[in-house]
């Protein structure tokens, strides 16, 4: 009795349950922890009984890359490189079946014993191409909003197929992918949900965002409920994040129902690229602790096997958090990167035709305030966007002893950048790839520490 007792109290610490939540379109402003004044209880809980990291950024402020990204451990244009590769090689796949090639956090943790399961967003054809054994993406499921994954967290079906998938595995490590595609749009949270906000001075649009975030908490909630009653929250990891941001002002009006704010979505600004990272476990991350190292959220996918006990995989160029988490090492990271596919036109009108435009060489009349054409040549100090108010920890601090901490800059490939690059590889993949298009980069650092030129990001999201 007493070697079985023993052997389950190390299970719950060497392979404890793992679950990833996944917010859709979320502010890294819009939290109650972080300020707002918007309902999110059950965060606000996860965030003071864990560890919260208030300076973490996506690798992409779209979507489907930045979850590629969580499900991979690959920048997006590494996981497109390697596409081209495999086509090379001969290893052709339809679009939303390329990941059957590709180790995942499923199945890496599978190598451990773990069970998985998939629920909502995930832009794969399925959850076993994703490497899960279970899931609500079924073969054949439209991987847009019409699909199965769309409706989940988000229909009268509820978060159902996932409590009942804990309920079978509760004697089984367990790996959870929990992104019920909330607070994105449409934002059509239920009346009891708008009432929570009556009386606020909010346009209706932020009305119907927040009103969103709190229908999105509250499923949390449920979920986190459901594990606490099975008595299986001490061998529970929990982790959130969100996958890209949203802009979204308390009065803004905006100008097209399928798009936010200019320096949200699909956009190099913080409020695109910057999300919070919260870890809860309560016999393996310290409480009540904030930290304002920079992190990636491709740091998560070693993060994750390390507390999993799965093996590291070599090519990845991610770093555990959980030394630092623990209070055992403290991050050296001066740097950190992340790139925008189809960069966002601030310039264009608002509409779904004309959203997104590739990014090109840019005047300066056309960049965001503080930057320059020549970014990618004038990159030896930081460039500043101005703190969203409202929200004590995202103010950059202006004491002496402390530098400023500077926003992402907006960086584009310009010629100085081509004609640095134009030996490399990458450059043939950009060209057959991305229809000759450029990317655009954005970066994040501290402004005591010169940050690496355009062509070293290239290099580092390539290694």
Known sequence: MHSASARQDRDATDRPNIVLIIGDDHGYTDFGFAGALIQ?????????????????????????????????????????????????????????????????????????GYVSFQGGKINEASYRVAGFSDGTQRPGDSTDWFGEGARFGRGPEGIGRVLDFIDRNQTRPFFIWYAPGLPHL????????????????????????????????????????????????????????????????????????????????????????????????SVGVPPGRTSDLLVSTVDLFPTLLDYGGAAQLPDRSGISLKPI???????????????????????????????????????????????????????????????????????????PTSPPRCAP???????????????????????EITNRSLPSYAVACNCDVEPRMLTEIVRYAWS
């Open 186 to 281: 449409p934002h059509d949270a239920p009346e009891r949900f708008l009432d929570a906000y009556a009386g606020e001075e909010l346009s209706p649009h932020a009305r119907a965002y927040y009103a969103n975030i709190t229908r999105f908490d509250e499923t949390v909630g449920e979920l986190v409920g459901h594990i606490d009653a099975r008595g299986l929250r001490v061998r529970t990891l929990i982790v959130y994040l969100a996958d890209n941001g949203w802009d979204q002002a308390p009065d803004a009006v905006l100008s097209h129902i399928w798009v936010d704010g200019p320096r949200g979505k699909g956009t190099a600004h913080e409020l695109g690229l910057r999300t919070p990272i919260i870890f809860n476990w």
């Open 40 to 112: 999110t209880p059950n965060l606000d809980r996860l965030a003071d009984e864990g560890t919260l990291f208030t300076r973490a950024y996506n690798t992409s402020s779209i979507c489907s890359p930045s979850l590629g990204s969580l499900l991979t451990g690959l920048h997006p244009y590494q996981y497109r490189w390697r596409i081209l590769q495999l086509y090379q090689a001969g290893v052709v796949r339809r679009r939303h079946y390329q990941t059957l090639d590709f180790k995942t956090l499923p199945r890496q943790l599978a190598k451990r």
């Open 409 to 431: 800059m907006w960086a584009t490939g310009d010629d100085a950048w081509r004609r640095q690059s134009r030996s490399r590889r990458p450059t043939r993949y950009l060209d």
């Open 325 to 399: 988490v623990e209070g055992r090492a403290q991050s050296e990271r001066s740097a950190i990167y992340g790139s925008v596919l189809a960069a966002r036109r601030p310039d264009l009108p608002a509409s779904s035709g004309a959203r997104f435009a590739r990014a090109r060489r840019r005047s300066s009349s056309e960049l965001p305030a503080g930057t320059t054409s020549g970014t990618a040549r004038t990159t030896r100090r930081c460039t500043t966007f101005a703190p969203i108010p409202g929200s004590p920890w995202i103010s950059p601090s202006t004491s």
